[in-house]
C-alpha cells in the first residue's frame, strides 16, 4: 500500500488540545505546595550594587529571598561567553535595567509582589552608554577596550579600487529597531530541586524553545552533572526566538528559590515585565558602499553592518553572524567587504527574534538596491534582473551556486500575483489626482539560509530517535519543541512516510531530557530540513530492525507493523532506534576566514507589497501583499502558509508600526496598548505561493521556512513607500506616521 | 496581576440614594466603578489609588434611554453596545456611533460605558469628541440634589472635572440636530482596531442657504482635555460652503491646541494632523450636498 503523508495537510496533532483548551500551559500546573517566584531588578542602566535593604510591610520571615550569595555553583547563563550573571551581587556591576538582582517567593503572588515593592537597591550610578553609534565611537567603554561583542570580516577579491573606476558609486546607511516577539504565553517556568542519593537533583518545565540550553545552564548554576539535571518541555504558546535563551535565566531563578525554600517554585511574568526584561530583535545600522557600471552591473559591495547587542554577549555572535551572510543579499557581485561588529550597551541583551540578524541586513540591502536604481535611473526590478546570483555565481564567502536559485523566475511569479506592471500604470494616473491617498508598488528579492550557519550542525551533531511502542504505535524522539510552528505534525509526518503508516499511528513523545536525545535547539529554520532527516534515518533504521530480525517482512500494511512491533517488543524488550546528523559531502566551511558553504543551502523568495499612504494622517495601509517562495518541498501545505503569513504579519509590523521606544535604556511602552502590533484589521490578504525546487539535504527534499518570511516584507513596504511618495530618506523601520511626516518635511526644506 | 487583592473593598448599592448617601458619608473615600474597563487595567497593572470601589452596576436609576422629539438622554451606565443598538443615535448622532465602533473591540464596547469614558477623562477618549460636537449636557447627582452641566464646561484640566467628590454622573443629554445638518468624524490611532486615539475630531455643522449657521468641532488627544476648537470653529461660522476659509481654519486650531509628545505621537505630528484633518471635514462641508 502506497501512503503519501509528506505534502498532505495533515491535521495539527495537539491542535485539539488547543482549540478545546485542554492544552496545559506552564501556568496551568499546579504542584502542591508550590511557591510563585518574583524578580527584583536594577532598575538603573549602569552602576554598582552598594546594598540591599528591606522595607517593612510584608512578613520577610514568610518569604523566601535568593541572592548571588546562594548560588551552589557558577553564577552565569552558561551561553556563548560567560558574562552574564543570574544574579547581581553585592558589590558587582549592573551592567543594564532591568538585571535580577534579587528573588522573591511565597504562595500568594500578591504578597511576593508587595515584597518586590519593598526592596530598596543601594546602587552607585554610572553614566550609560545607550546607542550603536555611541558604543562604536567609544563614547565610553563598557565592554573590552572598544565596546564589541562580536566582529566578523568577509573579503572576496578588493572592492577599494573598484570604487575609484566604477561609472556610479551609492552609498546608503539604515538602520532597523528592535522588536518585541510578543508570543500570547509569557514566559513560565517552574523549577524544584529535590536532595538525592547523590547530591542535588534539578528539574525544570515551562516555556521553552532549546530544552538542552536550558540543561547546559542548571549544570553550571548548581555545579552538577547532566544526569541530575531534568528539563521537560511544557506546552509553548509561541516564542519566535524569544524562548530560546531566555528561559534558561528564569528556569536558574526558579530552581534557586526551590533549593532555598525547599518547595516547588513557579515564576511566571506578567505581560509587562515579559516586555520590558526580555529579549529583543537587535537594533541595526548598516552602511552600504556599492559601485555599478555604466549599464548598472554591481561590481562591488562595502558594507559596516553594526548591532545593538545590549548588555551581555548572549546570541549577538552568532545573529551577527546571520546578519553578515545574508548582508550582501542576492547578488552577484565580484568585490565584496563586509564588516560586522555587534556592540555592547547598557540594554537589557537582545536574542534571537525569527530571522536571527538576516531580516536586519537584508532590509538594508533590499532597500540600497532601489535606492541605487533610482539613482542610476532604472527601474528597480531591471536592475534586480541583472544582478541577481545564478547557477555558478559565488557568494560573499565563496560558496558556489551549485543550482540555478531561480530568482527571475521568484520575480515573474510574484509580479504577476500582485498585478505589479499594471498596479503601477494606474497609481501613476491617480497619484496625480487632487487626492490625499497616494499609492505605490514595490518588492524585495531574498533568500534565508537554512538550519546552522557553517560548521554549526557538525559541531552540535544532533541525534534524534524513533521508538516503536508495545501498542503498536510510533513515538517520535526529539528534543525539538513545538510553539505552534507545526513540529510535532511534520515529524510524525516525516517518520509515518518513511515507514510507510498512517499519520495517526505516529507521535511525539514529551520533550523531557530524560528521554529524548538532544536532537539540538529549536532555532534557525532547522527543525525540519536538519531533524526531519534525522528522523528519517532513524525510522529506515526502526523498518530495518524489524525486517532483519524477522519481525517484518516487506512490502506490509500498517496492520503488519503493528504486529511486528508487538512481537519486537515481547522478544526485545524495547525498540528504540537513532539517526545522527550527517555532513553533507562536498560542503565545506572555515569559521577562522569566513569562507566557503555557509549554509548547505538556502530558501529563495520574491515578495511583493502594494501600499497607499494618507497624506491627511500619513497612515499606512497594506493593500495587497504576494508571497512566492522556493522552499524545496512542502511538508504540510497549511502549516506552511500559515508560517508564511504569520512571518509577513510580523515582517509588516516590524516595517511599519512596531518601536521599542527606550528611556534611559529601559523599555518604556512595554504594554499591548502602546507597543503597536498589527491586528486582523490592519493586514492585506497575504498571497502564498510555494515552487517546489526539492533539495538533496531535506527529508524529501524539504527545506526551512520559519524565518523567511519575516526577511522580505520590510524592504518590499519601504520600495512600495517610494513609489508612492517620490524621493524620500525612506532609510529606516519602522517607517511610522511620524517618521513619514518628518520625512516628508525634511524633503519640502531640501 | 499586581494588584494585592485583599487590600481592596467593593461595596455594590442597590439604589441611587444608597449611593449617593454613602458617597455623602465619606466624600473621596470611594471610587465609583461602571465597566471597570479603565479602573481594571491600573488594577492589574498594581497603580489603582482607590481602595474602596462602589460598583454601580446595580442602579437602575442609572441606565435607561430618555428619547423626546428635541433631545436623548442617556443613563450614564449605557455601554458602546447599548449605544450601537439605539435607533435614534444612529439617526441623529452618527459620530456617536462611529465613536463607539472606534472604541477598543467587542468585549470593550460590551463592558465600557459612556460615564466610565466620560469621567476617566482622558484626553484621547473617543466619544468626548463627538458629544462636544453634539452641545451635550452631563446630569450629575449627590445627596445635596442634581445640576446639568454643559459638557464643554465639564472638564476642566487634566483629570480636573467639574465633579464634586460625593456626584456621580446620571445622565447624558444631547439636543437632537434640527434641520440640514454635516456630521464628520475622524480617530487617528496607529492602528485600525484597539488603538488609543492620536488625534481625534468630530464635527456638526448646521447649514442654511448654503451657509454654515452652526459649527462644533470636538477634538481629544491635542490637549490635557478633551476641547471645542473655538477659534477654529469662529473662522467657519457664516461663512457660505463653497467659501470656507481652509487655510484659515488651520491655523486657528493651531491656537485652540496644546499637544504634548507622549509615549504614542509628537506634539508635531498632532498638530499637523490636526490641522490636516480639520482641513479634510472642511472640505468635505464644503463639498455638502445641500439640495
Ligand atoms: C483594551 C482596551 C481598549 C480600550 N479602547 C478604548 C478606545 O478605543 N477609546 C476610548 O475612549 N477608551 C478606550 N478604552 C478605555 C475604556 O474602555 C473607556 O474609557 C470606557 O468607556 C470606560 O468605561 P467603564 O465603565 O469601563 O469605566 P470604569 O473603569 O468603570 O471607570 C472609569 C472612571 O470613571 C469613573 N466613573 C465611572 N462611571 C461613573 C459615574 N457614573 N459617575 C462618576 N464616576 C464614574 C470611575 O470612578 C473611574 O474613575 C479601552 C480600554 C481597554 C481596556
Known amino acids: 500500500m502506497e501512503v503519501h503523508v509528506i505534502g498532505a495537510s495533515t491535521i495539527r496533532k495537539e491542535g485539539r488540545g488547543k482549540v478545546m483548551g485542554s492544552a496545559a500551559y506552564a501556568d496551568d500546573v499546579d504542584l502542591p505546595g508550590c511557591l510563585l517566584g518574583m524578580t527584583v531588578r536594577s532598575r538603573c542602566a549602569r552602576g554598582v550594587l552598594k546594598g540591599i535593604t528591606f522595607l517593612e510591610g510584608v512578613p520577610w520571615d514568610e518569604i523566601t529571598v535568593v541572592t548571588a550569595a546562594d548560588i551552589p555553583g557558577k553564577n552565569f547563563v552558561a551561553g556563548h561567553v560567560d558574562d552574564q550573571p543570574f544574579l547581581v551581587p553585592v558589590g558587582g556591576a549592573i551592567a543594564h535595567a532591568e538585571q535580577p538582582v534579587l528573588l522573591l517567593a511565597h504562595a500568594d503572588r500578591a504578597v511576593a509582589e508587595k515584597a518586590r515593592r519593598l526592596v530598596r537597591l543601594d546602587v552607585e550610578e554610572l553614566p550609560p552608554l545607550l546607542d550603536i553609534e555611541e558604543a562604536l565611537a567609544c563614547v565610553r567603554v563598557i565592554h573590552g577596550e572598544r565596546n564589541v561583542l562580536k566582529e566578523i570580516r568577509i573579503a572576496k577579491g578588493d572592492p577599494e579600487p573598484v570604487f575609484a573606476a566604477a561609472a556610479h558609486v551609492v552609498e546608503g546607511v539604515y538602520r532597523t529597531g528592535a522588536q518585541e516577539q510578543l508570543y500570547l504565553e509569557p514566559n513560565v517556568m517552574i523549577g524544584t530541586v529535590e536532595h538525592g542519593p547523590a547530591g542535588l537533583e534539578v528539574t525544570v518545565s515551562g516555556s521553552l524553545q532549546c530544552p538542552y540550553y536550558v540543561h547546559d545552564a542548571m549544570k553550571q548554576l548548581f555545579g552538577i552533572p547532566g544526569e541530575r539535571v531534568r528539563v521537560v518541555a511544557l506546552e509553548m504558546g509561541g516564542a519566535f526566538g524569544g524562548k530560546e535563551d531566555y528561559p534558561s535565566v528564569i528556569a536558574g531563578h526558579a530552581a534557586l528559590l526551590a533549593l532555598k525554600s525547599g518547595r516547588p517554585v513557579k515564576i511566571a511574568y506578567d505581560r509587562e515585565e515579559d516586555m520590558a526584561a526580555t529579549t529583543k530583535r537587535h537594533p541595526s545600522r548598516t552602511r552600504i558602499r556599492s559601485a555599478f557600471d555604466a549599464q548598472g552591473r554591481l561590481l562591488a559591495l562595502d558594507i559596516d553592518f553594526a548591532l545593538d547587542g545590549g548588555a551581555f554577549t548572549t546570541l549577538s555572535p552568532v545573529v551577527l553572524s546571520r546578519g553578515a551572510l545574508h548582508a550582501a543579499g542576492v547578488y552577484r557581485c565580484p568585490d565584496v567587504r563586509i564588516l560586522a561588529r555587534a556592540v555592547a550597551t547598557n540594554t537589557p541583551p537582545c536574542g534571537a527574534f525569527r530571522g536571527f540578524g538576516a531580516p536586519q541586513s537584508l532590509f538594508a540591502i533590499e532597500r540600497h538596491m532601489d535606492v541605487c536604481a533610482r539613482r542610476m535611473g532604472m527601474d528597480p526590478v531591471e536592475l534586480r534582473r541583472l544582478n541577481v546570483l545564478r547557477q555558478g555565481d559565488t557568494m560573499a564567502t565563496g560558496q558556489v551556486m551549485r543550482e540555478d536559485p531561480g530568482l527571475e523566475g521568484l520575480m515573474d511569479r510574484a509580479m504577476a500575483a500582485i498585478d505589479y506592471r499594471a498596479l503601477q500604470k494606474a497609481y501613476a494616473v491617480r497619484n496625480a489626482w487632487d487626492d490625499p491617498v497616494k499609492r505605490g508598488v514595490g518588492l524585495s528579492v531574498f533568500m534565508h539560509g537554512c538550519g546552522f550557519t557553517g560548521s554549526g550542525e557538525a559541531t552540535m551533531a544532533s541525534v534524534a530517535g524513533v521508538e516503536g511502542r508495545p501498542d503498536g504505535t510510533v513515538a517520535v524522539l526529539a528534543a525539538s519543541t513545538e510553539m505552534g510552528q507545526g513540529k510535532n505534525t511534520v515529524f510524525c509526518q516525516i517518520v509515518a512516510e518513511t515507514l510507510g503508516l498512517p499519520v495517526d499511528m505516529v507521535d511525539m513523545a514529551e520533550v523531557d531530557t530524560k528521554y529524548v536525545p538532544n536532537s539540538g535547539p529549536t532555532v534557525a529554520s532547522r527543525s525540519t530540513m536538519v531533524v526531519g532527516r534525522i528522523l528519517e534515518d532513524a525510522a529506515r533504521g526502526l523498518r530495518l530492525a524489524l525486517v532483519q530480525g524477522g519481525f517484518l517482512a516487506e512490502p506490509y500494511d500498517p496492520e503488519a507493523f503493528r504486529e511486528a512491533m508487538r512481537a519486537a517488543h515481547l522478544k526485545l524488550g524495547s525498540l528504540k532506534t537513532y539517526g545522527q546528523y550527517r555532513a553533507n559531502p562536498g560542503f565545506a566551511w572555515d569559521d577562522k576566514t569566513y569562507r566557503g558553504d555557509a549554509y548547505p543551502n538556502f530558501s529563495w523568495a520574491c515578495y511583493a507589497a502594494a501600499v497607499a499612504v494618507d497624506l491627511v494622517t500619513f497612515e499606512v495601509k497594506v493593500e495587497d501583499f504576494a508571497t512566492v517562495q522556493e522552499v524545496g518541498r512542502v511538508v504540510n501545505p497549511t502549516l506552511a502558509a500559515g508560517q508564511i503569513q504569520g512571518g509577513v504579519a510580523q515582517g509588516i509590523g516590524w516595517g511599519l508600526w512596531e518601536e521599542v521606544t527606550f528611556r534611559e535604556g529601559r523599555m518604556a511602552n512595554n504594554q499591548l496598548t502602546n507597543y503597536i502590533i498589527p491586528t486582523a484589521a490592519d493586514l492585506p490578504h497575504i498571497r502564498v505561493e510555494f515552487l517546489e525546487g526539492g533539495s538533496p539535504f531535506g527529508p524529501g527534499g524539504a527545506k526551512g521556512i520559519g524565518e523567511l518570511p519575516m526577511d522580505g516584507p520590510a524592504p518590499a513596504l519601504l520600495n512600495a513607500l517610494r513609489d508612492a511618495l517620490g524621493d524620500l530618506r525612506l532609510d529606516e523601520v519602522p517607517m511610522t506616521p511620524e517618521r513619514i511626516l518628518n520625512r516628508l518635511e525634511e524633503a519640502r526644506h531640501a | ?291
Not at chain 2, 467593593?10 to 473615600?29: F, N, S, V, Y
Not at chain 2, 451657509?211 to 461660522?237: C, I, K, M, N, W
Not at chain 2, 499637544?259 to 472642511?282: C, E, F, K, W
Open chain 2, 1 to 291: 496581576m499586581r494588584a494585592f487583592l485583599p487590600d481592596y473593598a467593593i461595596q455594590a448599592p442597590g439604589t441611587l440614594d444608597e449611593a449617593l448617601r454613602m458617597l455623602a458619608a465619606e466624600p473621596g473615600a470611594w471610587t465609583p466603578i461602571a465597566g471597570g474597563t479603565d479602573l481594571m487595567v491600573l488594577f492589574n497593572a498594581g497603580r489603582l489609588p482607590g481602595r474602596r470601589l462602589l460598583d454601580l452596576s446595580r442602579i437602575y436609576e442609572l441606565r435607561g434611554i430618555e428619547d423626546d422629539p428635541s433631545r436623548l438622554s442617556l443613563g450614564s451606565l449605557i455601554t458602546y453596545t447599548e449605544l450601537l443598538e439605539q435607533r435614534a443615535v444612529h439617526q441623529f448622532f452618527p459620530n456617536l456611533v462611529k465613536s463607539a465602533r472606534a472604541t477598543g473591540a467587542l468585549a470593550i464596547q460590551n463592558r465600557g460605558t459612556l460615564g466610565g469614558n466620560i469621567v476617566n477623562a482622558s484626553p484621547a477618549a473617543d466619544t468626548p469628541p463627538s458629544l462636544l460636537a453634539y452641545g451635550a449636557e452631563v446630569q450629575l447627582v449627590s445627596a445635596r440634589g442634581s445640576r446639568w452641566v454643559a459638557y464643554d464646561a465639564f472638564h476642566q484640566g487634566y483629570k480636573k472635572m467639574d465633579l464634586a467628590p460625593d456626584e456621580l454622573v446620571a445622565r447624558i443629554r444631547l439636543p437632537k440636530p434640527q434641520g440640514l445638518g454635516f456630521h464628520f468624524y475622524r480617530k487617528v490611532g496607529t492602528r485600525q482596531a484597539q488603538a488609543i486615539s492620536k488625534v481625534c475630531l468630530a464635527a456638526y455643522a448646521r447649514i442654511q442657504d448654503r451657509v454654515v449657521t452652526e459649527l462644533r468641532v470636538g477634538l481629544g488627544s491635542v490637549a490635557p482635555v478633551p476641547l471645542r476648537a473655538r477659534r477654529a470653529e469662529a473662522a467657519v461660522v457664516g461663512r457660505a460652503l463653497d467659501a470656507l476659509p481652509i487655510e484659515e481654519a488651520r491655523r486657528a486650531v493651531l491656537e485652540d491646541i496644546s499637544p504634548i509628545d507622549d509615549i504614542r505621537a509628537s506634539a508635531h505630528y498632532r498638530q499637523v494632523v490636526t490641522g490636516n484633518v480639520l482641513a479634510q471635514m472642511l472640505k468635505e462641508l464644503g463639498a455638502a450636498r445641500t439640495a
